[in-house]
C-alpha cells in the first residue's frame, strides 16, 4: 500500500503540475499560473451555476409528476456516459503510452500496484467532470425535497464509485486493442483505427440512445425500473440518495467496486507484457540498398511531423475525431440522402443536435458548410504540436532549422489532414444536397480559411501555454490548458466572425446570402494574416525562449 501511496503521490504532483509551481521562483510565472488556475475556477463556477439554472428549470414539472429523484438519476448517467466517453480517449495513453513505464518497471513494485496507480489516476482526472455534472443537480434536489443533510454525505460517497464501471470498461477496450495491436507488425496504425471505429460506434450509438431507453422503458413499469433493467447502479444511487437507504448505497458499492478489483487481478498479468510488445519495433532482414529519395527542407519537416503524429496513438484519436465524424457524416448523407442526415440529428438524443437540426433544415444547401466548420473546430493538431517534444525539444531547437520553417512543418500537418478532407467531403455532400456550383465553392473556401486560421492559432496558442515536462502524453494531449483552449478556439472562432458578420449587415443591411458569405470569408482572411503577424514576430521569441 506504501507503494500505491508514492506512486499516487508523484504522479498527481507531476500531472498536474503542482510540483514545478511550489518550486516556481519567477514572480510573473507564479502571478501568471495563479491568474489561469482563477480562470479555470470561474469557468467551473460558470458551468455549475448553468447546471443549477438548468435543473430548477425542470425539477418543477418533475415533481408535480412525482419524478423529482429523476433528476438525480438523469445526473447519474450523464456523468457515466461522460466518464467512458474521455477514459476511451485517455485509458490508451494512460496505461500504454507513458514514459515512466520503463523506470517504474525497474523498481521493486508488482506490475498490479503501477496497474491500480495507473487506474486511480485515470479516476482523479474524471472526479472533477463527475462532480461539475452530478452535484449542481443534487442541491437543487435537496432544496425542492427538503430531505436530512445527511444526503450530501450519501452524495459524496456516491461520487467516488461512479466513475468506477465506465473506466473500467473504457480500460477493457484499451487493453484489446493493444493486445491485438501488440502482436501486429503495424501496432500503431492498428491501434489508431481501432480506437477511432470505438469511437465512432459510441457516438453512433449515442445518437439511437433514447430510442433504446424508450423500448426499454415501454416494457416496464415505470421509468424508474426502465433505468434499472439498463443500468442497475443508477438505481441503487438514486434510492440510497433518494430514500437514504443504507442498502442500496451498498449495492451500488459492490456494483462499482467488484468490477474495479476483477479488473486489476485479471489484466495485471498482461499489463507488463502488452506495455513491453508495444514498445518493440520491426526491422526488415532482407533490406537492400536502391535509388535514394530526396526532399525539400520543408517537405522533409512536414513527413517528419506527420510520422511522429500517427506514431502515437494518443495524439491521432484526441485531434482526429472531427474530421472522422464529418466524414462518416458526408458518407452518410451520400448513401441516404441529407433528408436522412438531418432527420437523424433530430432524433439524437443530443440537444445541441436537436437544437441544430431544424435550423439546418431551414438552410439545406449550407448545411454542409455548418458541419464541416463544426468537425474543423474539433480537429487542431497545432495546439500540442510544441508540447510533444517534450524534452527532445533541445534537438529540434539545436538543428540547422529557421524558426518559421519548424512552425510550418507543424501546422502542415493540420493543414494536410483538413484540406483533402475538405474537398472529398465537400464533394459527397455536394451530390447529397444537390448543392449549386456557388454554394459548393463557398463550402470549400470558408471550411478551408477556417481550418488555416485554426492550424496557425493552435500553434501560437501552445507557445503560450507550452508543457514539456509531461510524462504521460495524455497530458499534452487532452489535459493541458493548449489543448483546451485550442478545441475551444474553433467554435469561438465561429460564434465570433458571425457576430461581426451580424453586426457589418446591420450596418449596411447586406441581403444577398453570397454577400454576407464573403464577408465571411474576408474576415477570416484578416485574422489569418494577423495570427500569421503574431506567429512570426511574438510567436518565434516565445519558441526561442522554451528550455525542454
Sequence with gaps: MSNLKVLLKNSIMNTWGINKFLKEESKSEKVKNISIFLAILLGIFSIGMLIVMYSLAIVEQLGQYGYLSLILMSAMILSTMFSFFTSVYKAQGVLFSSRDFETLMSLPIKPGIILASKMIELLLLNYLFVALVTIPPAIVYFMKSGTSIIFFIYLFIGIIFIPLIPIVMAAIIAFALSYVSS????????????????????????????????????????????????????????????????????????????????????????????????????????????????????????????????????????????????????????VMGGDFLIDQMAQSSDSDLQVLAPLLKQVMQFAPLIILSFGIGLTCTTGSAISIEGRNLWILKSSPLEVKDIFIGKIGVNILLLIPTIVVDSIMFAIAFKLTLINFMWTILIPTLLAILVSVGGLLINLFFPKLDWTSEVQVVKQSLSSMISILMGGVLVVVVIFITIGINKVFAITNINLYLGVIALLLLLLILLVCTILKTKGEKLFNKLRS
Design 183 to 334: 502482436r501486429m507488425k503495424r501496432k500503431t496504425l492498428i491501434l489508431n483505427i481501432g480506437t477511432l471505429i470505438v469511437v465512432v460506434i459510441v457516438v453512433i450509438g449515442s445518437f439511437k440512445m433514447d430510442k433504446i431507453i424508450n423500448i426499454v422503458i415501454e416494457n416496464s413499469t415505470s421509468i424508474i425500473q426502465g433505468i434499472k433493467t439498463i443500468y442497475p447502479p443508477s438505481y441503487y444511487f438514486t434510492d440510497a440518495l433518494a430514500n437514504l437507504s443504507l442498502l442500496s448505497m451498498t449495492k451500488f458499492i459492490l456494483w462499482s467496486i467488484i468490477p474495479f478489483i476483477i479488473f486489476l487481478i485479471i489484466f495485471a498479468r498482461s499489463f507488463k507484457s502488452i506495455n513491453l510488445r508495444l514498445g518493440e519495433t520491426f526491422k526488415k532482414s532482407n533490406y537492400k540498398l536502391t535509388s535514394l529519395k530526396t526532399n525539400t527542407l520543408r517537405g522533409a519537416l512536414i513527413k517528419k511531423e506527420l510520422k511522429r503524429y500517427f506514431s502515437s496513438s494518443v495524439y491521432v484519436t484526441n485531434t482526429i475525431i472531427g474530421i472522422v465524424l464529418v466524414t462518416v457524416a458526408a458518407v452518410s448523407s451520400l
